[in-house]
C-alpha cells in the first residue's frame, strides 16, 4: 500500500518536531542533571584486583585490595580497598552466602582522590574457589575535584580464592 505524498509530508513533519523537541530536551539536560556539589557525569570502567588477607582463618574476613582501574573521569586509576567480608547464612554445599562492607580510595591519573563505600552480597564457592559479588557503591568527596564528589554506581565482580586476584566493573553517576 502506497502512501500519498500529503501524508508523507504531515509524517516528516511530526517526525522533525519530535527530532526537534528531544535536540531541545537533550541541550538542556547537564543544567537538569546537575548535581547540588557540581555536575552529574557518567563513571563507568574496569578494576583488576589483588587481595590480601589480613586475617586468616577467621569467619569474619578483613582484605586489604589493591586496585589498578581504567575509570571514565578518573581515568587509569589505582587505589587501596578495606574489605569485611560477613557469612551471611550457614552454607549450602559448598557454597557460602556473604555480605561485604567496603571503604575505597581511589587516586586518579592526576593524583586526585576519590573516596567511596561499597556494601553487597555474594558467594564464596569453595568447590570451584571463586567469590562472586554485586552491590552498590556511594560516593562521598576526596581531594581536588573530588572534593565534594557525590553518586553511586552499581559494581559487580568476582575474585580467585587460588591466587588472591580479581575483577570488577562499575557503571552509574558521580558528581562533581
Known sequence: MQR????IGAMVRTWTAATLTAVSVISLSPVALAGS?????PIAGTCDTV???LNPGSNLAYLRIDLTCHLRHLGLTTGTALQ???PAGPPVGPVLPIVISTDITYIAANGDMLHSKFVGTGTINFATGTAM?????????????FEHATGSSFA????SLSDNTGFFTIIGVISY
Do not use: L, M
Not at 559479588?133 to 575535584?145: A, D, I, N, P
Not at 559487580?156 to 575474585?159: F, K, L, R, S, T
Open 4 to 7: 500519498s505524498s500529503r501524508t
Open 37 to 41: 556539589n557540581g555536575t552529574d557525569r
Open 51 to 53: 587481595v590480601t588477607p
Open 84 to 86: 569485611v567480608v560477613n
Open 133 to 145: 559479588f554485586e552491590g552498590k557503591e556511594s560516593y562521598h568527596g576526596g581531594t581536588g575535584r
Open 156 to 159: 559487580e565482580g568476582d575474585a
